[in-house]
Each structure stands twice: as C-alpha cells, then as structure tokens.
C-alpha cells in the first residue's frame, strides 16, 4: 500500500496489530522501531509503563517519517499484571511455565497503552480483566510445546488455543489481543483521520 492511500503509519513488528488494524478498515503501512522496553523501576505503575512504551514506540515512528510522507503513527504496548508485577514476553520455557502457574486459576490484567503521534500526541488505555481456571502442569507444558506462548505477553493467546483457559473476561479482546480497537477509533477520531468511508 502506498503511504498515500494509507491513512497511519503502525509502529509495529506485531503480526496480531497488523491483522486487527485490518479487521477495523483502517489502512496502514508499518514501520519498524527499536525502543528500550526496560522498566523505569518498580515504582513506574503497569498503567504508566504501557503508555509510556507506545508514546515511545509512535514518537521514534514519527522520527522516521516526520521529514517525508508525514502520516500519524500509531504506537501499542501489552502487558500482563498480577498486583505490581508484569509479565511481558516468556523469556524462556521456564519463564513461560512459571507466569500460566501464576495466572492458573486466578485473575490477571490486561493493559495496552495505545499512543498516536503527528504534531500532536494523544493516548489511551485499555484495560481488561481475565480470569483463568485452573491449569495442570502438564497441560502447561504441552502448551508451551505448541509454540504458541512463545512471544506473547504473559505466556499465551486469547486469539489461540489459550482461550480455551479463559473462563471469563471483562474489557476489550482486541485490548488483550494487542491492539484495542474502541481507543484506536478514539484516537482517529480525535486527530480527524476518517477510515469509515472504506467500510
Ligand atoms: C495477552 C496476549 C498478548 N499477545 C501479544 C500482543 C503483543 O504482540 C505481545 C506483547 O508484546 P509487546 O511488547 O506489546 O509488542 P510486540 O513486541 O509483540 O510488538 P511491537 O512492540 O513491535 O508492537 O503479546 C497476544 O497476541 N495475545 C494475547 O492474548
């Protein structure tokens, strides 16, 4: 797609940010940004660190584009929080195993902080509830085995196999999912993008 028939830029490497864009109508080239996704300390609140990470994710997308073909660029961050503690990405096995025998059979948070930057900067939140049944060892393992937890925050996929561990869920699925399309919209709207004439 050529950058002027798109309405965004996606600061994103996310297969599941590109796939949900595309569900909403919204037409978007993507761009790749490295940005440091280390935590401040223990003090920084899941909330601020989400938005945080997508305002810095659309700031150094805008960089990029900001001189050229200047289009708003749409930045998200997921994470998993069980009180003040936030499981992104498995960094191994063992890490995946420990962070589903932590959300086995309890309630988690899901938090993406979605960020639009052109001259402007605006952000949102999406915040979503999800409560697990109980999960065995075994099946844990198995499910590691599938591949699937492999680069997901907190270890699986609501949008896979994982929803079969999903007893209930309250928010937004495409919040969990990675890209919360309600807030996307939001942002659209308020920098006066139009994405409906597609539909
Ligand atoms: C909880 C959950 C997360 N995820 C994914 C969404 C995100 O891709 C990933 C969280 O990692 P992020 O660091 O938010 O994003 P990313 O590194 O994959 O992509 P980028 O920074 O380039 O935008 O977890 C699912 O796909 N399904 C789920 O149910």
Same mark, same amino acid.
């Given at each position: 797609m050529q950058a002027d028939q798109a309405d965004i830029y996606l600061a994103s490497n996310s297969p599941r940010r590109s796939a949900?864009?595309?569900q909403a109508g919204i037409a978007f080239r993507q761009l790749?940004?490295?940005?440091d996704e280390s935590r401040r300390s223990d003090e920084e609140s899941p909330e601020v660190y989400v938005l945080?990470?997508?305002l810095e994710k659309a700031r150094a997308g805008w960089q990029q584009v900001a001189g050229s073909a200047p289009l708003p660029v749409l930045g998200a961050d997921t994470v998993v929080a069980v009180d003040d503690v936030l499981y992104g990405?498995? %960094?191994?096995?063992?890490?995946?195993?420990a962070m589903l025998e932590e959300l086995s059979?309890? @309630?988690?948070?899901?938090l993406t902080g979605v960020a639009l930057v052109d001259? %402007?900067?605006a952000t949102r939140l999406s915040y979503s509830s999800v409560t697990f049944r109980e999960? @065995?060892?075994q099946e844990i393992e198995r499910y590691w085995d599938s591949g699937e937890p492999v680069d997901k925050a907190g270890a699986y996929a609501i949008q896979g196999r994982g929803a079969v561990f999903i007893e209930h869920l309250e928010g937004s699925y495409s919040g969990v999912?990675?890209?919360?399309l309600f807030e996307v919209a939001d942002l659209m709207e308020e920098f006066d993008i139009d994405f409906r004439h597609r539909w």
């Open positions: 949900l864009l595309g790749q940004v490295d940005v945080r990470l997508a990405k498995p %960094r191994d096995r063992a890490d995946a195993i059979g309890a @309630t988690h948070r899901v001259d %402007r900067e999960l @065995t060892r999912m990675g890209l919360p």
